[in-house]
């Protein structure tokens, strides 16, 4: 079950070094995360996978957290009483098998979650670690998910990583920077993904590329950012859509792309890019191949 990190996040190498590393395995970056469960028209937790879109899924959510109370996930129709959130577990192991990662999303509109003390904040990670991590009995089966998203501290999660199998943190903040919530949390460096939202916040949107900019040159290289944006005209009403054929030509992606810690396109969510195809129209445009990397090169060497 070990989960090895993915090559071009967590070397301790220079800056020279990354960039070389990035050229030798340029095919294999640029990918699609899209946010699944809180839709019934997202269809299966298999059908999504089996697209051969995504490179990781987020559940969503774990809506229910902390200050004492018993954690619960929310993932709309999906399942419930009438059909246990444990039968999802050969779903989750279809979509690893295939390569997808597949990560708990915490928090959501609804909640309540919050953290009351840093005790807290440890019996919450334990909680984590031992229901979706670990293998054992939880929730969603006996399941290693390979990530949480998180909207809580880091630090403790951490912790756990280390003893153990390697497992992913990311963060999804909102494009307002820096994000009030999330911080100090990113300022641990400690999340391997960034996805950050985009779609909500028209005012963010008229300067995509600032925002962007602001975002990954915060961050470290090891944190690798994807841009959040909506997946269909209905998935974001306060953000704004930009469709597939925008942003796929020479006026977004390809710029976005340059960027050293560019991970791809984050989705929200799944309903929304089943009906609209989004992601089936974005896969290829949003991969770096070697022609990017070499002008994000000589582009750098400009500088
Ligand atoms: C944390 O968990 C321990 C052991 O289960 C419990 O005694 C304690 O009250 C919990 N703390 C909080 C803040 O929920
Ligand atoms: C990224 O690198 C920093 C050091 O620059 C380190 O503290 C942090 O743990 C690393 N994060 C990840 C996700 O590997």
Known sequence: MASNKSSSTHQPLTLLLFF???????????????????????????????????????????????????????????CGPWFPCDNLQPEIEHCQRNGVKVFLSLGGTFGPYALCSPEDAKNVSDYLYNNFLSGKTGPLGSVYLDGIDFHIDARELDTHRKQDRYFYLSAAPQCFFPDYYLDDAIRTWLFDYIFVQFYYNRRYQYDIFSSWNTWTSYVKLNNTVFMGLP?????????????PQFLCSDEILPIIKQTPNYGGVMLWDRFGDANNHYSDQIKDCVKVDDSDVRDSLSEKSYR
Do not use: M
Not at 21 to 46: E, Y
Not at 52 to 73: K, M, R, Y
Not at 231 to 241: E, K, L, M, S, V
């Open 20 to 78: 070389l590393f990035t050229l030798s395995s340029a095919h294999a970056k640029g990918g699609i995360a899209i946010s699944w469960g809180q839709n019934n028209g997202d269809g299966t937790l298999t059908s999504t996978c089996d697209t051969g879109n995504f490179e990781i899924v987020l559940l969503a959510f774990l809506d229910t957290f902390g200050c004492g109370t018993t954690p619960e996930l929310n993932f709309a129709g999906h």
């Open 231 to 243: 997946a269909a005209h209905d998935a974001a009403p306060r953000g704004i859509y930009i469709s």
